[in-house]
């Protein structure tokens, strides 16, 4: 499921804003990330995917990751001829990763370190 094209980050309170009816009462967006037309957010208590599907972007997968599920997780950082980093995420329940594709307009760094700070809890 990995993604292409210029990721960058969202200012967490317009996330906030605009997606208050997936939040539960109380949950707060920490860090979001834009992918062409798929989203990210971090929230206080979840991981939560926003995958736009279909060539209107009008059907949307919502999937939502609690971080006591994710077993580990990986980035990798780019190169000099491929330019996109990836982060994978392994679910408890699954053998398969979630992929997704971030290019240089995101810090992978800052998306580890954000991952870290709400798995390893």
């Known amino acids: 499921m990995a993604l292409f ?3 960058h980050a969202i200012d967490p309170m317009s996330a906030q804003q605009e997606y208050a009816r997936l939040l539960g009462q109380g949950e707060q ?3 979001a ?3 062409i037309r798929d989203t990210m957010l971090f929230t206080d208590r979840r991981l ?4 736009k599907q279909g060539i209107t972007g009008k059907k949307v997968e919502y999937h939502s ?3 006591k599920s994710i077993s ?3 980035v990798e950082t780019a190169g000099h001829f491929d330019l996109d980093a990836e982060l994978k995420i392994w679910i408890s329940s ?3 990763p979630i992929e997704k594709t ?3 307009g995101v810090d992978i760094y800052e998306v580890q370190a954000i991952l870290t700070q709400f798995v390893a809890r």
């Open 5 to 7: 094209g210029n990721a």
């Open 29 to 31: 967006v920490h860090a």
């Open 33 to 35: 990330y834009l992918l």
């Open 48 to 51: 939560i995917m926003i995958d």
């Open 65 to 67: 990751v609690p971080y």
């Open 72 to 74: 580990h997780f990986a």
């Open 94 to 96: 699954s053998t398969v």
């Open 102 to 104: 971030f290019t240089k």
